[in-house]
């Protein structure tokens, strides 16, 4: 935090200030590897603090129920036109508070409660809100899912297109949160096409490297996409919908007003600025490099013993099972964490253990490419992991690489931090 905010801060409410700078400690000197996680530029931060978290803006640019709107709204024109550019959409809607709520504006958009969707089981990598059974999505609307094959961990795209001629979904979603591999856009909207599903692409996790040019971009088949705006594209915590022009009176009506009041304009200016950094060369650089880490990492985690999900990467993120390690996921995350790597535990496909204490581990490249990590660096992290995963209650090890850990951290600087 800035010194002056950070002074503010401590004036006014000191346990929050001090909580807060130990946060930052800890995003300083730990090897941050969640999937979901990255690190802003400062830029980002001073837009997403800045006094527009003063301004209320329900509605649209040049069609707001409040008045002041002057610089607000060509803020979030700014973003719409940085989007469009970025992602090459014919429509942007910047104003979903996240993720979640911009798939749920989806349904709203194209569904009646008890309708159809069809989309990645949870347990094979998919999302809560593609019409799993503990979400709204999958209690109000008629839910059907895919899995992935037993003996690869990947999509059977000719069982998809067996389960869409069965159920004609009126929407199928393809994406996750815990996909290894590059999806296949193309294929998911052909099989939409045939059965005459709206096809709603998730690239939450991946919109980044789709920005960077390092994975297939949905944005030329799908009706509509939808993303948040952290993960790997690096910008504040919020979420976007991106649609063809036939779509975009639907989707703009079902955020609003359908299911929100006003925008957040602070993040929708730490978006706009987001996505000016992703239109520079640097961060195509950035995107490739993630890849590159994750590929990296994969590569030494195999060399240690571990058994990964398909094998391998082509995208940031890792999902580890540690059944041949001896430890459950929870119990090898947590190791792990008081060691100075910091993941989460996750179940894996065909998982025998429950969901809050799996199989599994996820692990993502994003925030250790942000501070210019490569492949080296991926070698002696995978090293660490393993030493710590091997004896996961031998709490003065863990100390022992926690420090080592801090000596490498040292050597990168985190974006945004200013300790």
Known sequence: MHPALASTLSAVDPEIAELIALEEVRQRDKVRLIASE????????????????????????GKRYYEGQQYVDRIETLAIDRAKAVFGAEHVNVQP?????????????????????????LPAGGHLTHGWGVSITGSYFKAV???????????????VRELARKERPKLMFAGGTAIPRTIEWAAYAEIAKEVGAIFAADMAHISG?????????????????????????RGPRGGML???????????????????????????????????????????????????????????????????????SDNHLILADLTTKDVSGKIGAKALDAAGMELNYNSIPFDKRKPFDPSGIRIGTAAVTSRGMGAPEMKQIAAWMARAIAAPADAALHATIA???????????????LI
């Open 145 to 159: 899912q895919y899995g992935v094959r037993e003996d690869t961990h990947r999509v059977d795209m000719d069982a």
């Open 242 to 312: 991106l649609c063809t022009a036939a779509h975009a009176k639907a989707i703009d009506r079902a955020v609003f007003p359908g299911l929100q009041g006003g925008p957040h304009d602070h993040t929708t200016a730490g978006l706009a600025v987001a996505l000016r950094e992703a239109q520079q060369e640097s961060f195509k650089t950035y995107a490739h490099g993630i890849v590159a880490n994750s590929r990296a990492l994969a590569a030494a985690m195999i060399e240690h013993g571990f058994t990964l999900i398909t094998g391998g």
């Open 209 to 233: 490297l789709v920005a960077g040019g390092a994975h297939p971009s949905p944005i030329p088949y799908a009706d509509v996409v939808s993303t948040t705006t952290h993960k790997t594209l």
């Open 97 to 121: 508070y996240s993720g979640s709520p911009a798939n749920l504006a989806i349904y709203f958009a194209f569904l009646k409660p008890g309708d159809t969707v069809m989309g990645m089981a």
């Open 38 to 61: 990255n690190y802003v530029s400062g830029a980002v931060l001073a837009a997403t603090g800045s006094i527009l978290t003063n301004k209320y803006s329900e509605g649209y640019a």
């Open 403 to 417: 420090g080592e850990v801090r000596e490498l951290c040292a050597k990168f600087p985190a974006p945004g931090l």
